[in-house]
């Protein structure tokens, strides 16, 4: 059902500095099930890029692991999305749990770890963004209609909440994604991104990026297509544009 592609590029600033790149993002496809995790880890603490990775592969897991065990889970109905959203909300405050075991084996904080995330968990019958901190999730559908996930916050631009948190709960979102239709597209991607990726009213795709993409990547290898969308976000322009790091997981419905 779904054709994957990802791709993560280290941002000119990180580059300059000598320092690697803070993004990181885990996908898994069973049959019809996606589930897929981009984290962005904080520049400002020691050990982001770590949380991020750890992070991302511990809540696809954790997530796919759940709704594997109870496919009802994905069925429209309102209180079958319940049931989906806490399997979430559960996964990522194990996966919390888990890191920070891992910051006290390492004599750290769990804040030494600070990362932010967007998900998405999704079939044929539809399913959930799951958004914490800044980040895009974007389901755009045939006839070019969108649902969007948007990056939260704080009081100034430059500030934003992460799943290492204390109230990271308050900060937890969810969206409805419908039923995919043949020839949508769900994205997911690090603020690092978003500038070039997303129009400018931030309510979907910017086209002039995403249908020549589309157009290439709906026939491509999985690795002749994750090739192209990492020299994509290498490019000049995407550097010049944007000079933090950049993550875009792209998965077309067949």
């Not at 580059?15 to 400002?44: F, I, K, N, R």
């Amino acid at each position: 059902m779904w054709r994957l592609f990802r791709a993560s590029a280290t941002g000119q600033r990180n580059l300059d500095q000598g320092a690697p790149g803070q993004d990181a993002s885990h996908c898994s496809v069973t049959d019809e099930l996606l589930v897929a995790v981009v984290c962005d880890g904080a520049g400002s603490v020691p050990q982001g890029q770590a949380g991020a990775e750890f992070l991302a592969g511990a809540l696809v897991d954790a997530v796919a692991s759940a709704v594997r065990a109870d496919r009802d889970m994905l069925d429209v109905q309102a209180d079958a999305g319940a049931r989906l959203e806490a399997a979430i909300e559960h996964a990522v405050a194990a996966a919390r749990s888990r890191l920070a075991e891992l910051a006290d084996a390492r004599a750290l904080a769990l804040d030494d770890f600070s990362c932010t995330l967007v998900g998405c968990v999704a079939s044929a019958d539809g399913g959930r963004f799951f958004h914490i901190g800044d980040g895009f999730a974007i389901y755009q559908g045939a006839a070019g209609d969108s649902v969007l996930s948007r990056p939260e916050n704080g009081e100034y631009a430059d500030e934003t909440f992460f799943a290492t948190d204390e109230d990271w709960q308050d900060h937890l979102r969810f969206t409805p994604v419908p039923r995919p239709e043949r020839g949508s597209v769900i994205g997911l991607m690090s603020d690092g991104t978003a500038p070039f990726a997303v129009n400018r009213e931030r309510s979907a795709f910017f086209r002039p990026f995403i249908d020549p993409i589309a157009a290439f990547l709906r026939d491509a290898a999985p690795s002749n297509g994750d090739a192209a969308l990492r020299n994509l976000l290498e490019s000049p322009r995407a550097s010049e544009i944007s000079h933090d790091d950049k993550t875009l997981v792209l998965a077309f419905v067949r």
